[in-house]
């Protein structure tokens, strides 16, 4: 257990709903914070919603720095599970790596009624880039300058870490070359949202997932806001989508 206390705004969000259900999961050093607003939006369209808080995130960094992507896919997997249980069908909805994390549970879940995306991380990063980081642990250094609250809108703050904790970011970019490689296996229909002037996750990442999910895509493009576009200017809009989206798959 964490000896930090979770941060306030960072602890997690659980709606009960209907029959129908949103698991919605934010991204790397950020919380539950900067996906409050869609999980809220979820819950008013008459979803039950699960807001899980990350294994590391929340509190401080040295909690993180002891986690992996084991921990962070085991404990979206479990939240999926606890509320498959209780619904007809589920949509996955994440930012960053929590898009990244969605494409995972679906890569495994072919039941997913559908799934959203903002800023998914799926395209593995050159192998220098890895040498680099691998470069910074083997000088004594376990973190580097944060990646954390990239907003176009001003006094608008994401509730991220002013550091990167480098190994976990090494651990996720191995899991991001496991699903690039699987992301012809899933079929469900997919709402990809991309935010072309993103300093975190180049664009190209959204256009990987388009060219090879199976299922139905539609794409929309946030032209106003950057990488943490569910707290930006494009906010509205995300939460708008999808919700539609998920009635959409989850009708009938």
């Known amino acids: 257990m964490s000896e930090y206390p979770v941060l306030a705004g960072a602890e997690p969000f659980s709606a009960p709903g209907g029959p129908h259900g949103a698991l919605v999961l ?8 900067s996906m409050r607003g869609l999980a809220q939006a979820f819950a008013a369209g008459g ?8 294994p590391g995130h929340g509190t401080a960094i040295e909690d993180m720095l002891e986690t992996s992507w084991d921990d962070w896919s085991a404990a979206a997997e479990a939240a999926y599970a606890d509320l ?3 619904v007809d069908k589920v949509v996955v909805g994440g930012l960053s790596m929590g898009g990244t994390l969605t494409l995972w549970l679906a890569e495994r879940h072919p039941e997913i009624a559908g799934i959203v995306l903002v800023n998914a991380a799926a395209e593995p990063p050159a192998d220098s880039f890895n040498e680099m980081l691998q470069g ?3 000088s004594g250094n376990p973190t580097m300058p944060a990646v954390g609250n990239d907003i176009a809108e001003p006094g608008v703050t994401e509730m991220a870490y002013s550091e990167t904790p480098v ?8 899991a991001v070359a496991e699903i690039a490689a699987g992301l012809g296996t899933i079929e469900c229909p997919v709402l990809l949202m991309t935010s072309p002037q993103d300093h975190v996750v180049p664009p190209s990442s959204s256009d990987l997932i388009a060219e090879r999910v199976a299922g139905p895509l539609e794409r929309v493009t946030l032209e106003r806001s950057y990488h943490v576009a569910t707290l ?20 009938g």
């Open 84 to 86: 498959a249980a209780r």
């Open 26 to 33: 934010h991204g790397f050093t950020g919380c539950p914070q």
């Open 47 to 54: 979803f039950a919603v699960e807001l899980p808080r990350l």
């Open 136 to 138: 910074i642990l083997d």
């Open 167 to 174: 190994a976990p970011l090494l651990s996720m970019f191995d």
């Open 232 to 251: 930006d200017y494009d906010k509205d809009e995300i939460n708008r989508r999808a919700v539609e989206f998920a009635k959409k798959v989850t009708a």
